[in-house]
């Protein structure tokens, strides 16, 4: 059979690519290679045996009974999660290193080709999949250890409201709202928890335990206090300007969250009882019809807008905002716009904001229960607002 003649010449230049053709020698598991294992493993181990060791509770103690669970799958993930990243870092490190470009070795040389090695492929399927199941065993049983169960016939129910931007509390038999929460100690406690305005987020670190506050919606926690001491509140969820300085109290008068023995937590609760005898349990609603404006009182206005809308409002020209536009002048600057929602500056349509809140590009202005105002703040708020020339 005759070969043609342009098939002889394409086999003879494959032919002879392949002869020029530099390959990097095999390289095999060596003692080298074994004694680098063995010390990465040790590494490793050590990182393992520092999670299960590491000194926690003495940098955030255990103040409830369910922050060992917390701890206990945080060991796992660090210890796990440290040894991975010593494993897959010091292989890395080691190959990058023993099998560099030699100076002596050809810039065209080809590297050592392997494929479809089927018992690597089955080994780093089968181990992150054993550790992936593991761990959902794990957090699953934690979980169910932490969810809230039916309360014990002693439990102590506590309220936790979010505000912008602090927290307060409402106990049983305490009226109104208190600034500071107190725990007895050993007791168990169901603690609710919701917000007014926007989304905030309840966490006490060294209770581990974390519930969103979301208006309208209520988050329950049960734990046993089983650490006497004082600790701090902190919000984990953005919740606007202040959100950064949001904790138990307020900015200027900060609280906090003690558990108490079981005494001293008695004389608090006394003292509280005494302190709120007068106070109203209800919360506000905004009124059917529109607010009366008569009779509001600019002197006590002004100290209501310190404390409920300095945070979102200057006393300035419409356009420095903080979160809503400035509002100084806002009933008499002939060159202050409309109000946000398209009305006339009047003050029966600002009392109608304050009234109904208000929804648009700016953000969210709340309304009358949000805010906690009565009629009768509405109506000091407008006469102050009036007021300013």
Not at 19 to 46: G, K, S
Not at 96 to 106: D, G, V
Request: glycine share 6%; proline share 6%; net charge neutral.
């Amino acid at each position: 059979m005759r070969i043609p003649r342009f098939g002889i010449f394409f086999n003879a230049f494959v032919w002879g690519f392949s002869l020029q053709e530099n390959r990097d020698p095999a390289v095999h598991l060596d003692r080298e290679f074994w004694t680098v294992t063995a010390a990465i493993v040790v590494v490793a181990l050590l990182a393992v045996v520092f999670w299960i060791l590491a000194p926690i509770q003495s940098i955030m103690p255990e103040a409830v009974d369910r922050a060992r669970q917390i701890d206990l799958l945080f060991r796992f993930l660090a210890a796990s999660g440290s040894a991975l990243f010593v494993l897959v870092a010091g292989y890395l490190l080691y190959f990058s290193i023993r099998y560099r470009r030699r100076r002596e070795q050809s810039d065209d040389a080809i590297g050592l080709q392997i494929h479809d090695n089927h018992r690597l492929e089955l080994w780093w399927t089968v181990i992150p999949t054993v550790f992936i199941v593991a761990l959902a065993i794990l957090s699953v049983k934690l979980f169910l250890e932490i969810e809230p169960v039916n309360a014990q016939w002693n439990t102590l129910v506590v309220e936790g409201l979010g505000h912008q931007w602090f927290y307060t509390f409402r106990y049983p038999g305490i009226h109104g709202e208190v600034k500071e929460m107190h725990l007895p100690l050993g007791q168990p406690v169901t603690l609710h928890v919701s917000a007014f305005d926007v989304i905030h987020s309840f966490w006490i670190p060294d209770m581990r335990l974390k519930a969103d506050m979301v208006p309208g919606l209520i988050n329950t926690l049960v734990f046993t206090p089983t650490r006497v001491g004082k600790y701090k509140l902190i919000c984990t969820e953005y919740c606007g300007t202040f959100h950064g300085n949001m904790r138990s109290g307020t900015s200027n008068d900060p609280a906090y969250v003690f558990i108490d023995p079981p005494d001293r937590y008695k004389a608090w609760y006394d003292a509280m009882q005494r302190a709120n005898a007068n106070a109203s349990d209800a919360v506000q609603v905004a009124s059917a019809g529109a607010v009366n404006l008569a009779g509001g009182n600019p002197t006590e206005g002004k100290a209501l807008f310190v404390s409920k809308c300095s945070a979102c409002h200057a006393l300035a020209p419409f356009n420095q905002k903080i979160v809503g536009p400035g509002l100084k002048g806002v009933l008499h600057d002939p060159a202050h716009p409309n109000l946000v929602n398209g009305e006339k500056a009047t003050p029966e349509h600002v009392a109608e904001i304050l009234q109904k809140g208000y929804t648009g590009p700016m953000g969210v202005m709340p309304n009358q229960t949000a805010n906690g105002l009565t009629d009768k703040d509405i109506a000091n708020l407008v006469a102050f607002l009036n007021s300013l020339k």
